[in-house]
């Protein structure tokens, strides 16, 4: 087996920079610059077609880029092919093997790395163990309810001791309660081992659940890297605004600029937000203020509102409630306003004519395009 040596001078586990990939016409990577951490659980989350799944197979070696480089720890691997480079991976399909054994599926990989038998035992125990599917070494793949076979996919990428675990929207097939609960123990699983993760999503509530860091990425490049928080608080772009959580967007106009942040007006009300995504526009200049539905209020018409409507719409979601509130200020706008508790179902019913109040410095201002 050969493994590269590790590179103490890179502190990146995985590194693309400026990697591009074409398909014919079709340019699915256009220079895009990744550093993945050790240990890191790295999310790719992005609509349809916008690059994941190859970013991934690059990391993974079933194919060279056209232009720039991989690294991981430190060593280009542009052309090292895949049964070199000590990935693990799981993908949407997972094709456990149907005719070996939950055993014979996880120790397949130790097998082709010609390991000793009692090492390969102890390893596929060991693993078996941390997926919670110890017992069942001898069952096959059909005879496992969808949650245990997604284990033994996981088990099976993980008891390599991979560098980097490659996940592609490994539960996208499962339903809404396995899922959840998938994910939460791939966290603790993936915490445990200090495994460098870099999981493929469309679903962005599972990206800002799981990640320490996630790229955000449309047509073939990365348009915001960050924090969770950074990414959904902070979005630096309309596109990250709109796809990543729900966000009412309201026309205002720029009153002033005070230091780090601009003073905009809605309605009768004033709001704060960060300057930066404004680029400096010109006082007075209508601008786009998005807001997410938590950070609307339902307020009564008496005092000043940043907008007036009527409440269209309620549904009970269970912890919140969401208000759907046409307003009619300017032109037609139906904003979302989403509110702790049961409460407002009674307090604001259909048909109501309200308020909208907005909470400070938590929006973000683009200049209109
Ligand atoms: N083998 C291929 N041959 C031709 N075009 C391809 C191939 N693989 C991907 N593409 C194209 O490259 C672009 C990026 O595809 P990719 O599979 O990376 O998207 P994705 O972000 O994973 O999307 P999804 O969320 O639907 O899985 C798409 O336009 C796709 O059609
Ligand atoms: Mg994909």
């Known amino acids: ?6 590179s ?3 502190e990146a586990a995985v590194r693309f920079s400026a990697v591009s990939k074409r398909f014919g016409k079709t340019l699915a990577l256009n220079e895009v610059s990744l550093a993945v951490r050790r240990g890191e659980f790295m999310t790719l989350l992005g609509p349809s077609g916008c690059g994941k ?3 991934l197979n690059l990391a993974a070696g079933f194919f060279s880029p056209e232009g720039g480089e991989i690294l991981i720890d430190g060593e280009r691997v542009n052309d090292l092919p895949t049964y070199n480079r000590e990935i693990g991976m799981m993908f949407q399909n997972y094709a456990l093997f149907p005719h070996m054994t939950v055993e014979g599926n996880v ?4 097998k082709a790395r010609h390991i000793a038998k009692p090492e390969i035992d102890r390893r596929v125990a060991e693993v078996l163990g941390l997926v919670k599917l110890a017992g069942l070494e001898d069952r096959k793949p059909r005879q496992l309810s969808g949650g245990q076979q997604q284990r033994v996919a996981l088990a099976r990428a993980l008891v390599i001791n991979p560098t980097v675990l490659l996940l592609d929207e490994p539960f996208s097939a499962l339903d809404k309660n396995l899922r959840a609960s998938m994910q939460v123990e791939l966290r603790e699983i993936q915490r445990k081992l200090g495994v460098t993760t870099i999981f493929v999503t469309h679903d962005q509530s599972e990206a800002l659940s799981l990640s320490d860091r996630l790229a955000v990425m449309s047509e073939g490049r990365i348009r915001q890297l960050g924090t969770p928080e950074e990414i959904y608080r902070r979005p630096l772009e309309r596109f990250v605004a709109s796809f990543v959580g729900d966000a009412n967007v309201l026309r205002g106009r720029l009153e002033r600029i005070e230091g780090a942040h601009a003073i905009l007006a809605l309605g009768a009300t004033q709001v704060r937000v960060p300057k930066g995504s404004l680029r400096g526009g010109a006082v007075s200049a209508p601008v786009d203020l998005y807001v997410r539905p938590e950070h609307l209020e339902v307020i009564e018409t008496s005092g000043p509102c940043a907008r007036s409507g009527t409440i269209v719409a309620q549904i009970y979601q269970g912890g919140y409630v969401d208000l759907f509130v046409e307003c009619t200020d300017s032109s037609i706008e139906r904003l979302l306003v989403r509110s702790a508790g049961h ?3 009674t307090r604001w019913p259909i048909g109501t004519k309200v ?5 400070t410095d938590e929006g973000v201002a683009f200049p209109i395009a």
């Not at 308020?355 to 909470?359: V, Y």
């Open 1 to 6: 087996m050969t493994q590269p040596a590790r």
């Open 8 to 10: 103490a001078t890179d």
């Open 53 to 55: 799944t190859t970013l």
């Open 107 to 110: 120790a397949y990989g130790l």
């Open 343 to 345: 409460q407002a179902m």
């Open 355 to 359: 308020g909208l109040a907005i909470s």
